[in-house]
């Protein structure tokens, strides 16, 4: 789990993650060829992590943050899959992990969200790739760790969030705009979740998984949902669709031509 999927082209890349004992975090790089069914690996990430976040920008995989183990992490990366190759950029002004990463309008990489890396929360990590700088923009929002993001036209809707410490989950949905720096709030979700996945299809935004709030510790298990909820931004208003066979936690949500494939 927590690792970063993303479909260039003909094929879905899977990179880094969490696994059990020993390894833990990892740095592998798993690949679907969409045409055939088969897997292959490529190059592995240059870094062990769990909890990066990443986005597809000009047929590259740019890759963010995350955590080794021990603290999170500021490194960022291209990832080039005609060369297989990895090239590092700028690193971010704050760490971060379990964030959320989109492509705005602007053709500039929106950071945002968090798992506490002991920075202020209140805060968007841009990313202009023409520069190879950033910049840190205020938020009055706090988006919490682990929310589902989904790009529509010049909006960045971030869905649900929360924070393990606490255990905190929301079921806000906050709409950034990011030419105005300006943010609003959507109709919630039907129930809170954190870890779950977002997905556009038919123009609705599809959201799978996650979990609720547990009522201690040792019911993580039992809070993960197998629920299927729908967004329609036309009319601000959910829908219920049919569950998944299995609950799904930190699971990732990849567009196709032809549906939408979860890992």
């Not at 592998?28 to 060829?33: A, F, G, K, Q, S």
């Not at 990430?45 to 992490?73: E, K, S, Y």
């Not at 492509?103 to 790739?129: A, F, L, M, S, W």
């Amino acid at each position: 789990g927590a690792l970063v999927a993303a479909r260039i082209g003909d094929k879905v890349f899977t990179i880094t993650g969490f696994c059990r004992a020993p390894t833990y975090m990892l740095d592998v790089n798993e690949v679907l060829d969409l045409a055939t069914g088969q897997w292959s690996r490529g190059t592995p990430h240059p870094m062990r992590l769990a909890g990066a976040t990443g986005t597809v920008f000009n047929d590259r995989l740019f890759i963010c943050g995350g955590g080794d183990g021990v603290r999170g992490r500021r490194e960022a990366y291209f990832y080039d899959p005609l060369a297989d190759a990895w090239s590092r950029v700028a690193d971010m002004p704050y760490s971060r992990s379990s964030s959320a990463a989109a492509v705005g309008p602007d053709e500039r990489i929106y950071v945002i969200g968090h798992e506490d890396q002991g920075h202020d929360p209140h805060i968007v990590q841009v990313y202009d790739p023409a520069t190879d700088r950033w910049e840190a923009r205020p938020a009055p929002v706090d988006a919490g760790g682990e929310p589902a993001v989904a790009v529509l036209e010049e909006r960045i809707f971030l869905f649900g969030g929360g924070d393990l410490k606490t255990n905190r989950r929301e079921n806000k949905v906050l709409v950034y705009y990011p030419a105005g720096n300006r943010w609003e709030q959507a109709a919630p979700m039907p129930v809170a979740r954190m870890g779950g996945a977002a997905a556009i299809w038919n123009d609705k935004v599809y959201l799978f998984g996650g979990q609720d709030e547990p009522p201690d510790r040792r019911s993580y298990a039992a809070a993960t949902m197998a629920r299927v909820d729908i967004y329609d931004p036309a009319t601000d208003r959910w829908t219920r669709a049919r569950d998944m066979a299995q609950p799904r936690l930190r699971l990732r949500a990849v567009e196709l031509d032809d549906g939408i494939l979860l890992l």
